[in-house]
């Protein structure tokens, strides 16, 4: 066994060697790459630039939402670039999560291999191949010569991805749950939807959720590059900044922004499952566990699970 | 429990005077090769058959060709009651839905006594639910209605599964040595409940059991697997 592992270990290794050496022509790029990118960072990002979390002043004294709107809320934020920005690459993510996740299920239910037969299975899963081997940009790009610039195009393309994405993850998981209730529910005469609703969802409901979270998150980082190509949202106001007039420390200030909503997601992401999770693994997570190493935060949660069945004794 | 849902007078009098709840010609069970062969049983509405024989020798097996979960390798198996609600199945690990209330693994169970069309999202109507009611009750169950089936005794699952498959009103309940290693209170109580509900039904039971005795005192006939051959007791 061990023996095995380290000869798999080495052949891996000593291809992804070959590959990269394959590839790279020029190894001397990387001894000048830490000097370039300090400077880059200290002229260019360093540090972030906060004025895109205050509105906008015109030259008048009024203030102003990034769409030329008069600000009239109480708190200038509410008016920046970075809220507006935020908010709308949001409610995209929100939206296409949400309608990618009511179609991925039935299709993943298709395609998994417990629960159809593999002549629909497997037509099943080109479908979803089919929809995850355009990356969201290019959809996005399809959509916005189709019908324009706007959050429209975005939130097709978004919808689209997730399908794909989703459905692979959500087949995998049902693929994985114990074939015991599902063999109870065929014995029983129930049909594969009332299998579905009933057994597979469910049983890998931590799974789905997580995927969910998960696949929400992805699309709130992903919204933010979809904003290349005028999908909208904060990612747009990211792409003003990173072409001519370049303004990298506001880029960098917006960026700050999104992984402080990532991590925003990824702790409600852990409430959320903490109510279906096998008997409580992951119950009731302080909120500073999300900025932990993985390998540190396990174990964090072995003492809190510990300490929290010692008090339930 | 009130018998009003499931199988109509008719069928149940067919039941009674024709060939029997089930019956089994020549079959064979296995995967790639026989385990089991040549099979002739027919078993009555009500009679409690026990399957005994040493681990491996192809009990489940058995059990779960007769489920309808695996193809039989040779001859046939003849019922005269519905694919669905008529067959109750407790697999080993009893099959419950383990992130589900205890309610809706009954539930399911009360499902299959809707037709097959009706939409799985809907819910059951009044009358099943008073069934579920007193199901829970029938098997003290009542209290844990809404505790998720993970967080129950191997004894409160037990009782979950058996009142799952007696909700569905069954002709036949196939029970896969479903009083696993329970202490002898346990299977007792368990053993009382199951027989008075199923007699009520007038279901046939056919369960896989390792303790011999226990088979014997539940068993109206028993069934030995030897050396690739079904053998009953007394022929």
Redesign the interface.
């Known amino acids: 066994m061990n023996k095995k592992f380290i000869i798999t270990t080495v052949i891996l290794l000593s291809l992804t060697w070959m590959f990269l050496d394959d590839l790279v022509e020029d190894w001397g790029q990387i001894e000048s790459a830490p000097e370039r990118l300090e400077t880059f960072f200290n002229e260019d990002l360093w540090p972030p630039d906060w004025s895109v979390l205050e509105a906008e002043e015109w030259a008048d004294g009024t203030l102003h939402k990034p769409d030329g709107e008069l600000c009239t809320e109480d708190y200038e934020f509410f008016c920046s670039k970075a809220w507006t920005g935020m908010v709308i690459t949001i409610k995209m993510a929100f939206i296409s999560t949400l309608i990618g996740f009511m179609i991925s299920v039935p299709i993943a239910s298709l395609a998994a291999s417990n629960l159809a037969p593999l002549p629909i299975a497997i037509p099943a899963r080109v479908i979803l191949a089919g929809l995850r081997s355009l990356p969201s940009i290019i959809w996005a790009l399809l959509f916005a010569i189709a019908l324009g610039f706007g959050p429209l195009p975005g939130i097709l393309a978004m919808t689209l991805y997730t399908i794909g994405y989703l459905g692979k993850l959500q087949y995998e998981a049902i693929e994985g749950i114990?074939n015991?209730?599902?063999?109870?529910?065929?014995?029983?005469?129930?049909?594969h939807?009332?299998r579905?609703?009933?057994?597979v969802i469910?049983?890998s409901?931590?799974d789905l959720l997580s995927q969910l979270m998960f696949m929400f998150e992805y699309n709130v980082r992903h919204g933010t590059v979809l904003g290349l190509v005028g999908a909208g949202g904060i990612g747009m106001y990211i792409d003003n900044y990173i072409n001519p007039p370049f303004a990298y420390d506001k880029a960098f200030a917006l960026l700050i922004v999104v992984f402080v909503v990532v991590v925003i997601i990824d702790l409600i992401s852990m409430f959320v499952r903490s109510y279906?999770i096998?008997?409580g693994d992951v119950k009731r997570p302080k909120w500073w566990t999300v900025l932990l190493p993985a390998g540190i935060a396990a174990d964090y949660y072995k003492k809190f699970r510990a300490k929290d069945s010692d008090e339930s004794e | 429990m009130k018998d009003e849902h499931t199988l109509t007078e008719k069928d149940d009098s067919e039941h009674k005077t024709e060939s029997g709840v089930l019956e089994l010609r020549n079959l064979a069970v296995g995967y790639d090769e026989a385990l089991i062969s040549e099979i002739n049983v027919k078993i009555k509405p009500g009679e409690t058959i026990a399957i005994l024989g040493p681990s491996g020798i192809g009990k489940t097996t058995l059990l779960?060709t007769i489920?309808?979960?695996i193809r039989p390798l040779d001859g046939e198996i003849i019922h005269d009651f519905?694919?669905?609600?008529?067959?109750?199945?407790?697999?080993?690990?009893?099959?419950?839905?383990?992130?589900?209330s205890v309610r809706?693994n009954v539930?399911?169970?009360a499902?299959?006594r809707k037709p097959?069309w009706y939409?799985?999202?809907l819910p059951l109507g009044r009358e099943l639910n008073n069934d579920i009611d007193s199901a829970l009750e029938s098997l003290n169950i009542q209290d844990l209605s809404t505790n998720p089936v993970?967080?129950l005794s191997g004894g409160q699952q037990r009782r979950v599964a058996i009142a799952r498959s007696l909700i569905?009103r069954p002709k036949l309940i196939?029970a896969d040595e479903f009083l696993g290693e329970l202490d002898t209170e346990n299977v007792n109580s368990i053993i009382k409940a199951t027989k008075s509900l199923i007699s009520e039904i007038e279901a046939t039971l056919i369960m896989v059991e390792h303790h011999e005795e226990r088979a014997q005192e539940i068993a109206d006939r028993i069934w030995r697997i030897k050396d690739g051959k079904l053998f009953e007791d007394g022929e």
Do not use: C, F, W
């Open positions: 114990a015991a209730p599902l063999e109870s529910a065929m014995a029983m005469g129930l049909t939807s009332e579905l609703v009933h057994v469910p049983e409901s931590n279906v096998e008997d | 779960r489920a309808g979960l519905p694919k669905r609600s008529g067959i109750g199945y407790i697999p080993q690990r009893l099959g419950l839905v383990r992130h589900s809706s539930a399911l169970g499902r299959t097959s939409p799985a999202i993970r967080i569905q196939l």
